[in-house]
């Protein structure tokens, strides 16, 4: 029982801590087995060196003592025997039965510290990778190398049984595309976009070139990366593997797939401590990644590369793309321009604090709409209480108002528009047509001018919450359940994505998102329904939800100076004097009539005057109040609180959905 662990460790040269456990346990087990084999064996085969030590215990503790003491050692010896897996206890044991010391085992000891956790290697002359399976890495690579991860199982292959492999020259693998990314682009409708024939669109030339040199993948700071990112999760005792990685012009992306055994929640927990250890600003977790078993760790690279928006629509995607309302979103992790149709999202909402990058993002939009139309195939209709952002587009052609900058103005432009979408549907019903783009086929053949799409930018939406904050929900849930098919599409920034700006009713109605750095968890939370934007780098650094799809894809927004803007929107200007549409600021009952189910009305409930008794007496406003005093139901408590606030008795709500007694 001792002649094999003694012969181990007679040819091994380095002890560790693993094989003078098996030889102390082995010794133990061996003692307790001669004490058993005195007591049980009465003959003179007992064994006189067992027996010896049983009578001198026995003087002291009895048969049972000694009994209890032997089971006691018994259990000692396989704890400390079982402590490593049967597998490794073999390989401990296999130098015994060969000639020459394998190669392959040599690094061993440090790979089998690591599973048990009771050391970490200060040294970076290798990096092992450990997982479920056992693997075994080779000696060839030199000393100042780090070592280099190889994928735990083939693809598509189901891991049935341990893969032993060796560490080859192989890195782990950079992919240069994301296969989430690519399916959502190919479901973009390509062909050839028409052309406007009377109208020249703004040359490319007036963007900015990129630089001629890109910043190219820097392997070596990647695999350091992956070196301090497992050292770091060993120490918090998470096992697993990088298995592949993303190189992009922001972010390198790892994907880590943990041990069977090593919970997602402890990963989250760790992000300031992973962002420490890899020296990053801010690092992004995302666990798992939807429809793999693996998690992401997004990393800030060394040096970002800026990204131009005439390389997205230099691009092949949005050169093939047939949609009009093709928009420039920047490029992914792997630095593949991103695209998308607005037809089909159909409404946006955007939210970023100041420095994010939101303004330069939405001017990407803006840009590569004009780049793709002329004033008789798109009308934008732009809100801006900031007026700061939008200033600049002033008297371009496709304006269809000039930019508005009151809330009261934009209330009206709203119900306007809501007119406008009910002008379009009754004519589409007339002409028998679904939608606009079977309208305006329709209309080019009996020679009827077809109608133009809308695009409706509201830059703050905080700012028209706050003075009317019911009237601007109403329209833009109106707008945004039924404008589709009429060719009207809204696009809604805000700074502060609270619940009070961002309502229950828009979010419903607005399930395509764009969210740059917000500066709480629980912003993110209410724009994306997920964490993630807080840990964002701001500068066009955003996360994009399509519809339709539960993940969040990350992207980097193109950079767009003034410079660039002023010469588009000039050239633009020289092109056609722009024709405003007055209409659309003046005030009409019809816009109003649906704001308020009181206003339409036209009559009082027959309890309107008891209910403004109670609330001029007893300064009491609430609907739970009236209902109770008045014993009426929610609805039309609810209804009479309205019309006392359409007759100026009540105020409207606050933020804190209060009213206050005016009268």
């Known amino acids: 029982m001792l002649i094999l662990p003694s012969f181990t460790l007679y040819k091994e040269s380095k002890l560790t801590e693993r094989r003078i456990g098996v030889f102390l346990a082995s010794t133990i087990?061996?003692?307790?087995?001669?004490?058993a084999q005195s007591i049980i064996i009465k003959n003179e085969l007992h064994g006189t060196f067992g027996r010896s030590i049983v009578d001198m215990l026995m003087a002291s503790i009895g048969i049972m003592g000694v009994w209890l003491f032997i089971v006691a050692i018994f259990l000692l010896s396989m704890t400390l025997l079982v402590e490593s897996s049967i597998s490794d206890f073999l390989t401990?044991?296999?130098?015994?039965?060969?000639?020459?010391?394998?190669?392959?085992?040599?690094?061993?000891?440090?790979?089998?510290?690591?599973?048990?956790?009771k050391k970490t290697k200060s040294s970076s002359k290798k990096q092992t990778s450990f997982s479920e399976p056992k693997i075994i890495l080779n000696?060839?690579?030199?000393?100042?190398?780090?070592?280099?991860?190889?994928?735990?199982?083939?693809?598509?292959?189901?891991?049935?049984?341990?893969?032993?492999?060796?560490?080859?020259?192989?890195?782990?693998?950079?992919?240069?595309?994301?296969?989430?990314?690519?399916?959502?682009?190919?479901e973009i409708d390509q062909g050839e976009c028409d052309k406007p024939k009377d109208f020249k669109l703004p040359p490319l030339s007036f963007l900015a070139n990129p630089p001629a040199k890109a910043i190219h993948v820097n392997e070596s700071e990647i695999?350091?990366?992956?070196?301090?990112?497992?050292?770091?999760?060993?120490?918090?005792?998470?096992?697993?593997?990088?298995?592949?990685?993303?190189?992009?012009p922001v972010v390198t992306t790892f994907e880590f797939k943990p041990a069977p055994h090593v919970k997602v929640s402890r990963i989250l927990t760790l992000q300031d401590d992973l962002a420490m250890a890899l020296k990053a600003k801010t690092i992004r977790i995302q666990a798992p990644i939807p429809g793999k078993d693996v998690v992401g760790i997004e990393v800030p690279n060394q040096k970002i590369e800026t990204i131009y928006l005439k390389e997205i629509l230099e691009s092949e995607i949005f050169k093939k793309s047939s949609s009009p309302l093709t928009i420039a979103l920047g490029k992914d992790i792997v630095g593949n321009a991103f695209v998308t149709d607005l037809k089909k999202l159909p409404h946006l909402l955007i939210a970023g604090t100041t420095g994010s990058g939101k303004s330069v993002g939405i001017n990407a939009m803006l840009l590569s709409l004009l780049y793709r139309n002329s004033p008789d195939t798109l009308r934008f209709l732009m809100i801006d209480p900031k007026m700061l952002e939008f200033s600049i587009y002033n008297d371009i052609p496709h304006l269809l108002t000039p930019v508005i900058t009151k809330p009261k103005q934009a209330i009206i432009a709203l119900a306007n528009m809501v007119s406008e979408m009910e002008r379009r549907y009754q004519i589409m019903s007339r002409s028998k047509t679904k939608n606009i783009e079977n309208y305006n086929e329709k209309a080019k053949s009996i020679g009827v001018e077809p109608l133009p799409y809308i695009v409706i930018i509201i830059d703050e939406l905080a700012d028209l919450m706050m003075t009317s904050g019911k009237d601007?929900?109403?329209?833009?849930?109106r707008l945004a359940q039924m404008a589709r098919a009429s060719g009207i599409h809204i696009i809604v920034a805000t700074q502060r994505p609270s619940v009070d700006v961002?309502?229950?009713?828009?979010?419903?109605?607005?399930?395509?998102?764009?969210?740059?750095?917000v500066g709480q968890k629980i912003d993110s939370k209410v724009i994306l329904d997920a964490m993630g934007a807080d840990s964002l780098l701001g500068n066009g650094d955003m996360l994009f939800t399509p519809p339709g799809t539960s993940g969040l894809i990350r992207l980097h927004a193109p950079y767009t100076s003034e410079d660039e803007i002023d010469r588009v929107v000039e050239y633009l200007k020289k092109?056609?004097?722009?024709?405003?549409?007055?209409?659309f600021l003046k005030e009409s009952e019809e816009g109003f009539s649906s704001a308020s189910g009181s206003k339409d009305s036209g009559e009082l409930d027959e309890l309107f005057d008891d209910a403004k008794a109670i609330v001029l007496n007893e300064r009491k406003s609430s609907i739970s109040y009236i209902q109770r005093r008045l014993n009426i139901g929610y609805n039309?408590?609810?209804?009479?609180?309205?019309?006392?606030?359409?007759?100026?008795?009540?105020?409207?709500?606050n933020a804190k959905g209060q009213r206050e007694i005016i009268v």
Not at 472 to 477: D, G, L, M, R, S
Not at 502 to 517: D, E, H, M, Y
């Open 29 to 35: 087990l061996l003692f307790a087995f001669l004490m």
């Open 92 to 117: 401990f044991m296999k130098p015994a039965f060969t000639k020459t010391k394998i190669k392959e085992y040599k690094g061993e000891e440090e790979e089998k510290s690591i599973f048990e956790e």
């Open 139 to 186: 000696d060839d690579t030199p000393d100042e190398n780090p070592a280099i991860i190889t994928p735990l199982y083939p693809e598509n292959e189901e891991p049935h049984k341990p893969l032993v492999r060796l560490k080859s020259a192989k890195k782990v693998e950079i992919l240069s595309e994301v296969a989430e990314n690519t399916k959502l682009l190919s």
């Open 223 to 248: 695999d350091q990366k992956i070196q301090d990112l497992l050292e770091k999760l060993r120490r918090f005792k998470i096992e697993g593997d990088v298995v592949r990685t993303y190189s992009g």
């Open 472 to 477: 601007v929900e109403f329209y833009i849930a």
């Open 502 to 517: 961002v309502t229950g009713l828009i979010k419903a109605n607005l399930p395509s998102r764009i969210s740059f750095k």
């Open 575 to 583: 092109q056609r004097p722009v024709v405003y549409d007055e209409s």
């Open 636 to 653: 039309r408590a609810a209804t009479i609180v309205e019309q006392l606030e359409a007759m100026g008795i009540l105020s409207s709500q």
